[in-house]
């Protein structure tokens, strides 16, 4: 019955289909069900009292989301992310690749978060840090996520060998430790933006795949799927335009959590010296270099990139939460 | 950072970090123990603390970083021509004919070397050559036979030698023979000076096992005694390396090979994993002088000086002679009160990084001379040496080094002739035919000419180079990224980036333009070049044409023929000089500070270690003290 309501809930948002599969069966429920999505609400009083939704299903979801507090520290969070790493620059200048002999100088004029060990400014460094950190992690969470759930999609709407071979490979894949992939990889080719985003996107897409395959497994047998098929429509459009729009809620939780994640192994990379070739900034390489001063008290080294690295992951991760809290129905405030 | 830890380069050995070695004959090393500072030598009676000696223990001892052994045939290649292969590992097991070092002192070692002092004759063209009384672990007895095993391979495979310079050993070599078990005898092309035969060509000789004269781990070793072993015949000869290397190839058998077993030296390897831990025993039939007091010592591996140093800090005896980084220099009051005492390790060596004369795109812009200079003037060697290496270092301006105290520099390789200055740098370009083009200096007019890029240098080409530099070292970061801004200021593009020692020698390596592996463009060890087993400085198995160890192929007739004069001249002094200015004004190879080998911590509790010159290990004279 519940995943009926959320293909009810996304279709009618859709106004696709105006005659509810259930209908026939439960009129009650269909009643309930309906309520929110009708235009003049009110019209029978359902048991367990009114609902507070109005609206289209996305103004439910937000609303859903921004009554979660995490969700919102999230947000916010991600947001003086992205001003302090793009805007900043524009307010603070400061020369982030030329080399000093100023080097490992404490906080003080001039330098607000002191210098590294090659005498350049701490504080420009994390911004342009986090502008690459931020937008590896982002396209490679997007790219990950659009090649993890057409496969999955693929994989779980043919089903048979074909899921099997798609779904093996992804068995193997997930088998082999992602640390040795990236690090060979990285020490192949010479660390880029556009490398970094290939090799970390490439790691990422399994678990995207399994999740959208499952859920494409208990899709394709529902009635409005095959009513397309028996309508005549293609697979790819059964696909592209029925069991893909579908997992949109798993699919949008996993992309925000895979940023979190390609955040974190594009950090664990830099620690690792496999980060973007200097001068070039992230903030696993930062972290990594102020490690070597652990004994010398250079906390300026150590502490703002582990927070900035911290807080971002948990921004996603805060984001991730409440956009699972506001898309599974489950966990949905009626 | 420690400095020390990097490696020098491949052949001559390169240097890694690392650590120490030592010994000299038991009165030598008593001498020196009692004289350093810390040790509580038995030597010295008037110690107050008299320290007892105890027998066995386990003495841990830190690899340079990223640098650990990974070639146990001592007919090494250039790939793996490093300091810890060879002086630190191969060295333990394999004993040379000539043993280097006599305490912190850079000279020949008697007591240590398999071989009686050599014997020039016959206006110093024929050298004779007496063994002492040594034996291999398998029982059979070291002979002159073991010697000529190593000629015959060297003469059939010279060219794998990475110590190889064409004309030079075993070239200059016109036959050698052996008229009796315990003497060989060498026949020379022309009459050379001994001290150069002897310090940079005997030099190269360890005496092999007859046991691995054969070609496959099925056959028997054969009699030492047999006739017309494989070793005989070129192609026999060939076909042994083939076999030698192979299983040199494959790590993970090192401690259970019946080839690898076979030694002469004070140690024997109990276990070997392929990360590059090592664990030695005392080998029970050793018979040269200066018996193990350790029941084990063991070679411990890092990626990282930090991480060593971390290890060690957290004390718990985990290593007993490690290193301390350069960047951690305000944990010597700590360290000293865990037990442990501190003392730079200084090698005879210099420290550069290479440029591939024949990458098939910038080779012909590394032949120009004024780039070159380019180059050289944006390196800040006083800076570099104050600011990340706390003073533990020394420049180098030219291939004969400035520590420790030696007669062999001169006046002008204690001067800088290019100082630091960006706009000397920018000047030498634009000079040549060089404009900035987007911040990039790129060649508008190409020709020879006085005022042009050069001979081979094209049109449009912009100088954006890669450079490659080993990591674990934090002084090396910085010095990278140091040179990475001045260089940009002048319009030179570097694009940085680090791997691990061991890769580092393997990509640099010399090439023919034509060859995949020549793309390499600049690569830097970090720890430049310890004179081994070229002991005498002379150069010409680091810029020899031809020469292995010449890993961005250096050529110049010129020098070629300076390096020839200090082989042959009889006043060898002048000869050298005459090299050394050639070499401070030519920038063969990209100076840069060369830091102590490494800032060395000793526990207290372990004696009779000296740190010697060409980074020589000998953990046989150690012990531990109560």
């Given amino acids: 019955m519940r995943p009926l309501t959320r293909a009810c809930v996304i279709e009618s948002g859709r106004n696709r289909f105006t005659v509810s599969i259930t209908e026939d069966l439960n009129p009650e429920l269909e009643r309930e069900l309906a309520a929110p999505f009708a235009s003049t609400p009110g019209a029978s009083v359902p048991e367990g009292g009114d609902v507070t939704g109005s609206g289209s299903a996305w103004r439910l979801i937000v609303r859903s989301f921004f009554d979660n507090k995490l969700g919102i520290l999230g947000v916010s969070l991600l947001v003086l992310l992205l001003l302090f790493s793009f805007v900043g620059p524009i307010f603070y200048h400061s020369d982030t690749t030329i080399a000093t002999y100023n080097i490992n100088l404490p906080p003080g004029p001039g330098h607000p978060l002191g210098t590294d060990p090659s005498g350049r400014d701490v504080l420009g460094r994390l911004m342009t840090g986090g502008q690459d950190s931020l937008i590896i992690g982002i396209v490679s969470a997007l790219v990950s996520t659009i090649i993890g759930t057409l496969w999955g999609a693929i994989s779980g709407f043919f089903g048979g060998a074909v899921d099997t071979v798609m779904m093996r490979i992804v068995d193997v894949l997930l088998a082999i430790p992602t640390i040795f992939i990236l690090l060979y990889l990285e020490t192949i080719y010479h660390p880029t933006v556009l490398l970094l985003i290939i090799t970390i996107s490439v790691v990422s897409w399994l678990t995207a795949a399994r999740l959208v395959r499952g859920e494409t497994l208990s899709l394709r047998t529902r009635e409005y799927v095959r009513a397309v098929r028996i309508m005549g429509g293609g697979r790819f459009r059964t696909i592209v335009r029925h069991i893909i729009p579908n997992t949109i809620g798993v699919v949008v939780v996993q992309a925000t959590f895979s940023v979190a994640n390609a955040i974190l192994i594009l950090a664990t990379l830099g620690f690792l010296g496999f980060g973007l070739a200097p001068p070039a900034a992230d903030w696993g390489s930062m972290l990594s270099g102020g490690v070597n001063y652990i004994y010398d008290g250079y906390w300026w080294l150590i502490y703002p990139p582990g927070i900035l690295i911290v807080l971002t992951v948990l921004a996603f991760n805060f984001i991730g939460d409440a956009m699972r809290d506001a898309l599974e129905v489950r966990l949905q405030r009626r | ?626």
């Fill in chain 2, 1 to 626: 950072m420690g400095g020390i830890g990097e490696p020098m380069k491949k052949t001559s050995r390169r240097r890694s970090a690392a650590i120490i070695g030592t010994t000299a004959a038991a009165a030598m090393l008593l001498a020196a123990c009692g004289s350093s500072s810390t040790t509580k030598s038995t030597s010295s009676s008037s110690t107050s603390s008299t320290a007892t000696k105890v027998k066995g223990g386990t003495a841990y001892f830190a690899e340079a970083p990223g640098a650990s052994p990974n070639y146990i045939f001592p007919l090494t290649p250039s790939a793996n021509f490093s300091v810890d292969n060879t002086s630190q590992f191969q060295i333990l097991m394999y004993r040379p004919l000539y043993f280097f070092g006599v305490g912190n002192k850079a000279e020949i070692n008697p007591s240590l070397s398999v071989a009686n002092p050599p014997v020039y004759s016959n206006n110093n063209k024929t050298v004779t050559i007496t063994l002492k009384k040594y034996k291999w672990s398998d029982g059979e007895t070291l002979t002159s036979r073991d010697v000529i095993f190593w000629m015959n391979l060297l003469k059939a495979n010279k060219t794998a030698w990475a110590a190889y310079v064409p004309g030079d050993f075993p070239d200059n070599v016109v036959s050698y023979s052996a008229p009796n078990a315990s003497t060989v005898v060498f026949q020379l092309n022309k009459s050379y000076s001994p001290t150069w035969f002897t310090y940079n060509e005997l030099s190269q000789i360890t005496p092999l096992p007859m046991a691995w004269d054969r070609t496959s781990l099925s056959q028997p070793a054969p009699s030492p005694t047999a006739p017309n072993l494989p070793d005989t015949t070129t192609a026999g000869a060939q076909a042994v390396y083939k076999f030698l290397n192979g299983q040199a190839s494959d790590l993970s058998t090192y401690a259970t090979s019946p080839i690898w077993s076979v030694v002469d030296g004070p140690w024997k390897l109990s276990s070997f994993t392929t990360a590059g831990k090592a664990v030695f025993v005392p080998n029970p039939s050793y018979t040269g002088p200066v018996k193990p007091s350790l029941s084990q010592f063991v070679e411990l591996p890092f990626s990282q000086a930090q991480s060593e140093f971390n290890v060690l800090r957290a004390g718990n005896s985990a290593i007993t002679y490690g290193y301390l980084p350069v960047t951690d220099l305000s944990q010597k009051p700590y360290v000293e009160s865990i037990g442990y005492k501190v003392e730079p390790w200084i090698d005879l060596g210099f420290t550069y990084w290479v440029e591939n004369y024949n990458n098939p795109t910038y080779g012909p812009v590394f032949q120009q001379l004024y780039f070159r200079q380019a180059l050289q003037h944006l390196v800040d060697q006083p800076a570099w040496m104050s600011s990340f290496l706390k003073g533990y270092a020394v420049p180098s301006y030219s291939p004969v080094p400035l520590a420790p105290a030696n007669p062999f520099a001169d006046a002008n390789s204690k001067t800088n002739p290019y100082p630091y200055s960006v706009s000397a740098a920018k000047n030498l370009l634009t000079s040549h035919g060089w404009k900035m083009v987007n911040g990039v200096m790129t060649c508008e007019s190409p020709g020879t000419s006085a005022t042009q890029c050069g001979k081979g240098v094209t049109k449009g080409l912009a100088l954006n180079l890669n450079l490659q530099y080993a990591s674990g070292n934090a002084f090396a970061t910085q010095e990278m990224d140091a040179y990475q801004s001045a260089a940009k200021q002048a319009g030179i593009n570097i694009s940085l980036s680090s791997a691990t020692f061991n890769t580092v020698i393997t990509n640099a390596v010399p090439c023919k333009p034509t060859q995949a592996s020549c793309k390499w463009e600049m690569e830097n060890w970090v720890g430049g070049w310890v004179y081994s087993p070229d002991y005498y400085p002379t150069g010409g198995e680091l810029f020899g044409a031809g020469s292995g160890a010449n890993y961005g192929s250096y050529s110049s007739a010129e020098a070629n023929k300076l390096i020839a004069a200090t082989h042959t001249s009889s006043s060898p002094q002048a000869a050298l000089n005459a090299y050394q200015n050639f070499m401070v004004q030519q920038l063969p190879v990209i100076y840069q500070p060369s830091p102590d080998y490494a800032i060395s911590l000793i526990s207290n509790k372990l004696g009779g270690v000296t740190q010697n010159p060409y980074l020589n290990l000998t953990p046989e004279t150690w012990y531990f003290t109560k």
